[in-house]
């Protein structure tokens, strides 16, 4: 009895010391931090390609570089070491190439092309020398020929001239984040033939084309595109079709007056399957994607998930055409579902508190998937009769070192009897403690918090913090009703869903009521400026990339189609009413009493820099302790890694010094 009293002993010793063995996160794991994307399965099915990410330190960005894995996960090759980026790997349809895009200068072309590695050995040659911007490809069928979506060349850059020349703007939708300035260059499809390298313009005009999907017999090709009198002005999309030649006339296959895209044919070739949008007003952002099929001439539609009243994606035709496979946003899940095109029952193959990204069809029928969790960054798994497989191993030798806070799911009811979802970590060690809070607020609005690894929530919590994450009405993942709640009334039902999930947490002894932080990015930091003014409990707050004086957004950002058709035009009085109701965290700043940290990308075209700029201007009047952090050369999303680390340092400290 002594011997075993003595081993639990021991055991628990070494237990106790390997936990404390393990670190919390700091903002420099921004640089350990790879992230996985674009799987695609070779045609027999025996090894997988993919994209991953991986920090440059040096050059302070991420790296993407090409590997593959085999299907059981028992082999993993690096296939590219260039300093510059691969992406969007595929497999020729004979599986004797590996393609993909690059833009790797070879001559004097500094475009992106594509590449062809031969399986068989040697290296890797530029295939194409496309003078516009590359921005996709697909392999024909039979892998003769490839479909390529380019855009346009910039007449304007042909001679390199040293000064640049003026930017004029013509149209409605006239600046793009990361694009900058739009112009009239329209994207094309073109055919690429493999024997002899001859491209032929497959689509012309003043349009747009783009989602190719080619016919299983190579002889038809479905695209999506806009061609009303001004695309600007609407947010429709049509599915077409055109013959794989050049020359051929183009047939319209949907004329909803909403959205209808991502195209793709069933193996038989009888039905296509696309997703529609819920909504066929002008403007559609508060909407959800439905599963639909037609018959390949465009007739017989029918809407598969309409009752599901939830957001579908990633459609995958079965190899005998009687069902596709799809993913479902569903209340912080995102979980793998399954219809039959005939009845259109459905049938969930997996799901659970986690989330689900990609889906592709293994020859078996099997499926290759990327998951995560609460607690493990996404990873490549193959799907077999609802057995989940991990293939590979990105994050998992570093991230076993850190202690990462624990994350469980919880209902809040706000004033008006709303249920409303949340999430809550906690890191470890706070077991009977109440912890200061730092409620942070997913942008969109129309996206959602999920059972899934988020690493800026881990990093608050790695500082001591339980932090809340609340899916406010205007989120996705509760049926369109809930996000449409919101529309043209910002700022109101959001905060009393926030406010609400706060009082909850409070409520249950969980949190620490008198240390409460808030904040977040984009709509996140909107939502943070509106929740200050109208609420004083919050000792410290930031706002990332927001805006409050609504009014002073309009043609300064890149939502004129949303200000016009959601808000109004501002010179009407009734509309100006609504634009001024809008912004009353700048007409209201007097109220707010919280230190505020503001942030924002320098050349930030989707949230501008004056949005963030006016409120600190404000609370910098009244006194209000403030900070203004202006990243240089950044866009809406912050890509230079120093810069990522700094915001992590500047998140901490700021509430730190307030908080605690």
């Known amino acids: ?67 593959m894995v085999s299907w059981d996960g028992t082999e993993t090759i690096q296939l590219t070491y260039s300093e510059e980026d691969e992406s969007n790997a595929q497999f020729s349809p004979d599986g004797r190439y590996i393609s993909y895009l690059s833009s790797k200068k070879v001559d004097s072309i500094e475009k992106s092309q594509v590449w062809l590695m031969d399986r068989r050995g040697g290296e890797a040659k530029q295939f194409t020398r496309i003078k516009g911007d590359l921005r996709g490809y697909q392999w024909s069928p039979d892998g003769k020929r490839i479909i390529l979506v380019v855009k346009d060349e910039d007449e304007t850059e042909k001679k390199k001239p040293k000064i ?89 296959l949907t004329v909803w007056k909403g959205k209808d895209g991502s195209p793709q044919w069933s193996d038989d070739g009888k039905y296509i399957s696309f997703l529609r949008s819920t909504s066929d007003d002008t403007y559609i952002n508060y909407d959800q994607n439905i599963l639909a099929v037609m018959q390949s001439d465009g007739s017989h539609i029918k809407l598969l998930t309409k009752e599901l009243d939830r957001p579908v994606s990633n459609l995958k035709w079965s190899k005998d055409s009687q069902s596709i496979s799809f993913l479902v946003e569903d209340d912080r899940q995102k979980y793998i579902s399954s219809v039959d095109v005939a009845s259109g029952k459905m049938r969930k193959l997996i799901g659970d508190d986690r989330s689900f990204s990609v889906l592709e069809r293994h020859p078996s029928g099997s499926h290759l998937t990327v998951m995560s969790d609460p607690l493990h960054p996404a990873n490549l798994f193959t799907l077999t009769n609802g057995k989940l497989n991990q293939i590979s191993q990105v994050n998992e030798t570093w991230l076993k070192g850190i ?31 109440k912890l200061p809070l730092v409620l942070y607020i997913h942008g969109g609005p129309v996206s959602q918090d999920q059972f899934s690894f988020d690493l800026t929530r881990q990093m608050l919590a790695a500082g001591g913090y339980a932090v809340a994450a609340v899916n406010y009405r205007g989120s996705n993942g509760r049926g369109t009703g809930f996000s449409k709640a919101i529309y043209g009334d910002w700022g109101n039902l959001e905060v009393s869903d926030l406010l609400s ?127 203004l952090v202006i990243y240089p050369g950044q866009f809406h999303g912050i890509d230079a890694l120093s810069y990522q680390a700094d915001r992590f340092k500047r998140y901490l400290e700021w509430y730190g010094k307030y908080l605690k």
């Open 403 to 433: 202690d990462l806070a624990t994350v469980r799911g919880f209902k809040s009811k706000s004033e008006d009897g709303t249920l409303v979802s949340g999430l809550l970590l906690m890191p470890s060690g706070s077991a009977n403690k």
């Open 1 to 67: 009895m002594k011997l075993f009293l003595c081993l639990a002993i021991v055991l628990s010793a070494v237990f106790a010391n390997a936990q404390t063995n393990k670190r919390k996160l700091i903002p420099n794991d921004v640089y350990r931090f790879r992230s996985i994307s674009a799987p695609k399965i070779s045609p027999e099915g025996k090894w997988v390609i993919y994209s991953v990410s991986t920090p440059d330190s040096i050059k302070d960005k991420n790296q993407s570089d090409l590997f």
């Open 164 to 252: 640049k020349a003026p930017i004029v703007a013509n149209r409605y939708h006239f600046k793009q984040d990361i694009d900058g300035y739009i112009g009239n260059r329209a994207t094309h499809l073109y055919i690429l033939e493999i024997a002899s390298g001859k491209v032929e313009q497959l689509t012309t005009g003043k349009y747009d084309e783009g989602s190719p999907s080619w016919s299983p017999d190579g002889s038809k090709i479905a695209f999506v595109s806009n061609t009303t009198e001004d695309p600007d002005r609407n947010d429709n999309e049509d599915i077409f079709v055109v013959d794989a030649k050049a020359g051929s006339p183009t047939k319209k």
């Open 501 to 627: 999930a706060t009082d909850h947490l409070v409520k249950e002894g969980l949190v620490d009521g008198d240390k409460l932080g808030i904040g977040g990015w984009s709509y996140g930091g909107i939502l943070t400026d509106y929740t200050i003014t109208k609420d004083q409990r919050f000792k410290a707050a930031i706002s990332g990339a927001g805006s409050a004086m609504q009014l002073s957004m309009y043609g300064v950002d890149q939502y004129l189609l949303q200000w016009n058709e959601e808000v109004g035009l501002p010179w009407l009085p009734k509309d100006l009413e609504r634009y001024m109701k809008l912004s009353y965290p700048f007409t209201h700043a007097n109220q707010i009493k919280t230190p505020t940290l503001f942030m924002v990308g320098q050349n930030d075209f989707n949230v501008p820099s004056v949005g963030s700029e006016q409120m600190y201007a404000a609370l910098k009047t009244l006194n209000v302790p403030t900070e």
